[in-house]
Structures are given as C-alpha cells and as structure tokens.
C-alpha cells in the first residue's frame, strides 16, 4: 500500500507537472502575443479563452477519449489508458488557462514598458522577454493556477487514463476509489497530500516571483 | 520487478463492483503470472463498459447486465458470453421500515408496499446492472416504471444517476430504501444507518458474464488474451477462488459458468 | 541630407486634430529644439517620429530611410536612434541594468565601463544599485538620459527632458547634451517648454501651436524677430519667467 | 427527456451563478483587503490561496459531506443533497479563486490610484471602491474565471448534491451519468450546452468589463 | 499657530538617510517654498506631511493636530488638505469626473458648477470629457491642480506642480495659486526646483540639501544673502538659468 501510495503522488506530479509545463510553454507566448498585439479576432480569441475556463473536464477527457480510441482517427497511436493521454487531457485544461491569465497580466502590464524596450532597440523576441519580466507576478500566477488545476482535475484523466492501478492512477483518482468504496478518511488524507504537493510548489514558484531572473 | 520479457497488457473493462469489492485483487494476480500478463483494470460503468469494447479500447469484459451483453455478441462485438458467477441483490432500507416490507418474501410485493406508502426510495438510476434489475422489479410488480421516473415533482422516488456506493449513502442520510449488491452491502455496511430487509427472491439474482472482444472488430484488440480470460474466469480453479473469496466473513459471490467444458 | 524629414503628419483623436499636415526638416548635426504652448501636439509628434504611433496621413524619414511604423521593420533605424519620453519609466531593475539594457540588446559585451561611465555623466553613479523605480523624479530623468545615450545613436530624440531637474543638474545634463553632439556628430531633436533652454543649447528652433509649426529659424532670429504674429505672442510668455 | 434538460439546464445556472455571485461578495472585498494593504500574514493567507486553487472539488465535497451529513455538525440543518449544499461547495471553491485573483489585480494596480484617492479624501470604503474600480478588469476576469470553476465542477456537486433526477442534476453530473451509460454522443451535447452557457455569460461580463461603472 | 509643524523627522532606506532630523514650521496663511536639488529628499518630506507614509522617527502636527500615519485615523485632517503629487495621475474617467472625485467623495451634491469653474480656470474646460488618460503631460497638471483646490483645502501641498508647463500656463496656474490663497486663508508649500518661481510665489524659502534643511528665511533674503555656504553654492546654480 505504501509503494503504491508513492506510486500514485509521484504520477500525479508528473502527469500534472508535464502538463502544465506544456501548456506553459506553449500558452505563455501566445498569451503574450495576444497581450501585446492588437489584431482583429482578438475579441474572438478572448472570448474563447475565457469560454474554455468553464471547459469541463469531464468533456475534455470525452473529446480526447474518441480521438484516442481505437476506433477514433488517433487510435493507431495507442495512447488511451497511458499517462500520456492524461497529460495530453490537462494540457488541453491549463492552456486556456494560462493563455488568459498571461494575457491580461501582459496588457494591464503598463504599455510604457513595451515603448521602452522598443525605443531602446529591443527587437521583437527580447521586447516580448522584457514585457514578461515586467508581468512576471501575474504570468507565474497564471502556471500556478494552471497547476493547481491540473492537479485538481479529476474527470478527465479519469476517462482517458482509466484510474488503472500502478498504471494510470493518481491522487484524484485514488480519492474517487476510495470515496466510492467509503474510505472517507483515506480519501481525506489523499486530498492533503495533494494539498501539501499543490504548496511546494507554490512556495517554489513564489521566490522565483519574488527575485528577478530576466531582462 | 524481474528484468524479463515485458508482460503482455490486457485490458479488463468491468464494473466498479467487481473492483470495489475486492475480487479482482484476490483472483487476478493468478492470471497475471499464468499467461505472463498484466490485466488493467478499467472501472466504469456497464454502459460505459459495453461501449469501450464496441469502440475496440477493451480485450475482455466482465460486467452485470445480461440483456445488454447478449445484444452486445449478438451484434457481433463480442465472441460469446459466458456466466461467470452471480451474487444477490437485497432491498435494504431504515430500522423503522416505514412501508413494513421486513420479511416480505416477494421483492416485487415490498416494491408494492413502499409504492403504497409514499416511502422513500433511492434508485441508482443510471442503466446499470442494478438499475436494470430494479426496473424489472418494477415492472413484474405491475407498475409503468417511465411513469414513477417521470414525475418531477415527485419527492419519494429519487433517481440519482450515482455509483451503488454513493446511492448507498445516500439512502442512509434520507432514510430510503434501495437495492444493492450483497458485495457492496458488505463493504459499505458498517458505516451506513440502514438494514438488510428482503432478501432470497430469485429474481434477486445478479448474474455477471463475461465476453472476449471480438478481435476482427478492431486490430488492436488482443483476442487471444481475451479468450484466455474469458477460459480462466470460468476454469474450475478460478471458480473455487471465487466462491473462496469472503469479505468481513461472508462469501460475496456464487460461481455458476455455464461454459461447455 | 536631413536626418529627419516629415512630410505632411496628421493626426486626429475623435473628431479634434491634433497635428495638421506638419512638415519638419531637422538637417544632420542640429540641436534643434521645437517650443510650444501645452497640449499643442509636440509629444504626439515625437512619438509619430520615433514609430512608436503612426499618423493619420503622412511620412517619415530617418536618417534618409523611409519608416514604416511597425515596430519589427524599423528595427534597423530604431537602432541608431533613441527617445527620451516626457514620462520615462524605469525596468524593474538596478540602475545600472536599466543602462545596460540598451547594450544588451545589441549584443555589446563589455557594458561595465560604458554603463558607469554613462553614470558617471548624470551624477547616478551611487545610486547604481538601487532600484530604478525607486528613483526621484529628477534621478530619473537622469538615469532616462544615460540610458538614452550610452549606445551612441545617431539621433536622439528628447521630450522635456529636464522638467524635473533643478539649475544644477539642467546645467550638468546640458552640457553632456552639447558634447555628446560634438563628439558624435549626433542630430539632436528637443521640445522644451522652458524657451531659456531653447536659447542657450539650439541652433534651430521650431514654435509650435495648436497642431501646427508657425515659424521655424535660427534660435536668435526666432526670439528676437518673430515675423509671426501668433509666434511673438507665444515667445512673450517668456517674460513671465 | 425535454423539459429534464431544461430542468439540469436551468439549475446549473441557478447553482453556479449563486455560488459565484456569494463568492464574489465574499472574495471580492478580501481580496481587496488583502492587495491593498500590508499586514503580518499576508504571504500566509497568500500562501494559502494559492494552495487552494489546487484544492480537489472531491475534497471539497467530501469535507462538506462529512459536514453536512447526519451524523455530522450540521446534520440537523438537512441541507445534504439540496441545491444549497451545492451552492456551498462550489462557493468554498470557487472564493479561494476569486480572492487570489482579485489580490493580484489590485497589487499589480499602481499603488498610485490608492494614493491620489486617499489624497483626494477619499475614505476607505471610497478608496476600495475606486481601487475596485480601476482594477475592474482584473476582478472581472477573476468572477469569470469563478464561474468558469463553477459550471464545469463535478465533484463537489456529485457528492453534496446526489444526482438526484429533478432535484439537484446539473450539467456536470448529468454529463457524467451519461458517460458512464456510454451515450459519448448525449455527453458531449450536454458540454457544447455547458460552454454556451459560459460564453453568454463571457460576453455579458465582458461589456461589463469595457464600460465604467463605479468611481 | 503654524499650519504644518515637523518635528524630527528622519527616514532612510537601506543604510542611507533620505531625511535627517527635519524640523519644519509653515505658518498659517504662508506660501512657502522648499527648493534644493535633485535627489535631496523633497518628494519624501511632502509624502510625510501628506500621511502617505511614516518616517522612521518624528512627528507631524497640521493644523494642530497631530497625525497617525494610519490612513483611517487622519481621515478628518485629510479632508482639510491636499497634494499634488510629482507624478500625478488620472483617474480611468473623463477629465470632469476626475475633478468631481474629490467633491463625490465629500458628498458634495451640487458639482457641475464647481469643477466646471476649477477647469476653466486651468484651461481645460475644452477638454472636459476626454479621459483623463490621454491628457499631454502639461495638461495632467493643470487637471491635477483644479482637482486638488476644487474643493478649497486650507493647506495645500505642491510637488514641482509646472514642471511640465510653458510660460504661458506657468503663469496661469501660478496666478490661480496666490489668488486661491488669497480668497481662502490657505496655507501654501510647494516644493520647485524653479528658483525664480520661488522668488515669485513664496514668501519664505527654505533650502534643502541631502536629507537637510540648510537654511530658511524670507525669499529675498534666501536669495540675496544666503547666510550658509551650501546655499549659497546652490543658489548660484541659478545663474544659469
Ligand atoms: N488618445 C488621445 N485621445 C484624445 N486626445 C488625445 C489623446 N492623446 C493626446 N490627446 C490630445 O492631443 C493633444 C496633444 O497632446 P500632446 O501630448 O502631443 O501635447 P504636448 O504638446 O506634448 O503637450 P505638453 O506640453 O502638455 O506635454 C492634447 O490636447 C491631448 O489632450
Ligand atoms: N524606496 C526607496 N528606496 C531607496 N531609495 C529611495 C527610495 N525612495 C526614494 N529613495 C531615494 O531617496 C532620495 C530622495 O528622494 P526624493 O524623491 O525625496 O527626492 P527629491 O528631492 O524629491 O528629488 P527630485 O527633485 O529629483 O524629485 C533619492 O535619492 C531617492 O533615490
Ligand atoms: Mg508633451
Ligand atoms: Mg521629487
């Protein structure tokens, strides 16, 4: 029971930590792109972020459960019921996510900063880095809240990763098992090991909010 | 774990009272070190079973809902099926038993008298195994079961669409009655406020089968283990551990394969 | 060749005009200083001038180049000129790497001696390492001015860029103004509100009024002989000073 | 099966929309609190924000669970399996949310706006309110994101509110009942109705969010 | 009895001392003028009287009474003044609705007269309903001077409120200030780098240099015979100007 304990938190942070690295990675320049650029669709592009923050997962986890499946267009990859298939499902969840809260950390990130960069000859690429700098507090809140999402999130790694033991099973999941069996005590104390990982990182995020690191 | 050849994956789609009791860890690990394979577990529901075995996602399924697995090989997605084992369904509800149904022989008489006397009743209401043998009950019992659903306003028939662990609880807190599987009952018993009241009708039976995917649905689904499954759920070994396998005290299932030997 | 040459800006918010059909010639190596009453349309037109807005109609060559006033474009001419904005603000950084930015960005290596040298210039040196947002109004300004200039531009552009400085500091930014001209051949476009700053450092002054230039001369023939009306009215304001 | 659905329909919205509509009056006003001034503490109840908006909606209900049910505290209130309890479980998730969000949109506000209004005599309520105002489309952002949190929750609600067929379905939980009935189809018809919603409620915000409202 | 009474105030950041044990006494219906260079620890002296932040040690009386440094508490005395700050700053809301902030704020009912009056006679009545956003930077003063007297404060506290203005609006707003003091009794100090705008508005001057006030006395004669030596090398600085 322990080693599969450890076994369940250490997928839970990989499977949430990989996704929201991604989305990261992928969310953070768009947001700020579309932060700092006026564009038409730009409108559109808000709505649809905003819109996808009420995405449930449930539904995320539905769409990508017929991608995957065998009998669905991505079925020969044979992901479904792999942690890959769940970190693919809460990417899918963090993005909006992050892609919002960085664009509005960016845009009500003074403009006088972007200005300055640009009339000290910053090119596109380092005045994008400079505005980050400048919005960093509400960018690393928006990986947080990402996070904490990820981490959360239970419907969709429940469908496409099948809750399968020493597999695909993780403290949300684990917490579903054992609130349907009736171990509400040990569904509780998952919940705080979910709750302690959600703070470590939190307070790991928070000295690198804290202290400056780009230009 | 060794540094052999990697074991072969299985997929195993059933319902979460075949988890939730215990029985899979009981009887799988004989499986996995007899073909050299690793059996993953999906849970769901038996709706959702069915449909992940259409969709070619699963090898083998073990599920609770006759009707729907013999549709389901007769549409030709499965193999065949056999029975593998059954356990009781009870009507369980609170000490006070409003309706006076402690006793009744006949489930579908104490199904009257609930109806009668305007007693709460939780139903699990989400087309399982469970569900689909309560709306039989209703039905021999004499009523139109759309009929009892349908009425919104209705305050002592509450459908809850929810797992049988859930409904169970939620039957304790408002004193309702339901039906459930004795595996679950014995589970969740010591925490709920409800009583076993009728039990032993023969239509109270729930019979689980089991049935092999069949491989020319999909080519990515592992025929061969299924029907190795599907042959070592119903060998007379794996039978024995079924009828050995007891929680707090009580033998949960009963072994019945109707497999041709 | 002109260093900056604008033909016909204009530019509009709702319905007022704020610039009416301005064409400004600054030739290479002036001092040229545009005055102007508030609100007469000055920052707007630096700003059209350093791309960082487009006009309504018109154009703009830097340096000889046409620019197109988007910002990827212009990056190459961006690079040889710099703007001291009426409201510098300051990175969340030291002092010393809001100077050291501008190198930065261009890839210099040894920015150390350059950056204290710069400092040096505008008195900052012990202020450093302090945060840039922690600075006096005048200490930004002058820690905009090093900035402005430690990477040599060829054009620098300034928007009432000692409004917060007392005589002293006037005087010691003046004179790095001046030398900094002289020793780069630089082209220097300045609007100044103070007409004293006008006299003492431009050869070329400008007088804006209400979206239009009205006269432009030599500095002394501008103050002295003004042959517009409205122009002597304006420079008259001078004697309240 | 119709007026089913316009019943789930209208009580998800009943649901989430009173959750986030209690959070806000709750969050928002803390939240302020907590941007504006500077306090002992401050980075603990950040800290702790932070940490909740990874905390599992399971969780969540099944603390309000143990809470609300018979044998619990507040047994005797007969709120389980009541819109109510849902409301209140969606409330606990989504403040923590809205509270955090809201804090940063007032600290990233320039500390200039609380000056000049405090300058201009303004008192603290005033100066809130003026805060409030011209973090607005931060805080906006903040109850959008809530509500997002809300409709597309399932947990809490499954736990606290039962399912129960004409009583307290929502959206979320009906999705779910029909996934695990294997109708994908039916599920993901209930989502596309789940993200109309949200975005109706997207754009209402977001005109809102573009007109000045208080001073 | 003096309208502002500072009583050793110090402040530092870091190991440095900003402000070093200032005594400061401005007597009920003064204009007075704190003038002293960049840097010198100006900007926060007013932020102190003003209750915008503490000093480290010390005590402020205005009008009598002595101030918490508690935002909530000094609610009454705040209401009886007001600051315009170094960099002041606009309001998301047109111009009119800026200056009627501090009206609103008092419950005042009748405004439009009011704040109408107050940004005619700064000027802008023109631009009224435009957002006080977009106003030019001369122009954000003016809105920030009838906002700060529209609702006539009995002491009044200027941070370099020109720096941004022409001559023509200098006078303008310089004119309004001595006949606000005038109608109103109000106590007035400002703070300039702008030793001639001292010399014409103030009726005593005082010098600060690094964190001290060196010398302080009628204008004229903190002009014409400096006593301490600082003062008299800052006060050169003035000839350049
Ligand atoms: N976005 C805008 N919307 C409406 N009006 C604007 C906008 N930006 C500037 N203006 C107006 O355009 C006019 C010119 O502004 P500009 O900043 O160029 O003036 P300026 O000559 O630099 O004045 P100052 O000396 O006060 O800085 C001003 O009256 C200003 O109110
Ligand atoms: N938060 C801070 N941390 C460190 N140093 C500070 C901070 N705030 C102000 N200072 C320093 O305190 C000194 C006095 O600042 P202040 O703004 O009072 O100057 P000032 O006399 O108003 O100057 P100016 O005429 O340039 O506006 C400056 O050197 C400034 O850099
Ligand atoms: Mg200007
Ligand atoms: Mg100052």
Redesign the pocket.
Known sequence: MESDLLNVTLLSIFVSGTATLLASLLAIPLGCFFGMRKFRGKEVIRTITYTLYGFPPVVAGLVLYILLSNSGPLGSLQLLFTPTAMILAQTLLVVPIVIGLTMSAVSTTSKDYTETAIILGADSWRTARTVIHEARVGIISAVMIGFGRALAEVGAVMLVGGNIQWHTRVLTTAIVLETREGNFGYGLALGAILLTIGMIFFYLMKRYQDKGMLT | IANKDKPVSVILATTTSTQDSGLLDYILPDFNSKYDADVKVIAVGTGQALELGRNGDADVLFVHSPAKEIDFVDQGYGLYRWKVMYNQFVIVGPASDPAGINGTALAKDALGMIYNTGSKFCSRGDQSGTHTAEQKLWTSAGYNYTGITMQSNSSWYLSLGQGMGDTLLTASEKQAYTIVDEATWFNLESGLDLVILVKGDAVLFNQYGVIPVNGTMHPAINEEMGVNFANWVTSPETQAMIANYTLKGNQVFTPNTDRKP | MNAIQAKGISKSYRERKVLKEIDLEVEEGDIFAIIGPSGAGKTTLLRILCSLQPPDSGTVAILGRQISFKATEDLQLRRRMSFISQKPIAFRNSVRENVAYSLKVRGVEDRKEMVDNALQHVGLLD?AD?LGM??????LQRMAFARATVYNPEVLILDEFTA?LDPYNIKMLEDALISYQKENGATILTVTHNMFQAKRIARTTAVMLDGQIVEQNDTATIFNNPTDERTGQFVKGEMIF
């Open positions: 202020l302090n922690t600075l006096s109004g005048g200490e917060h």
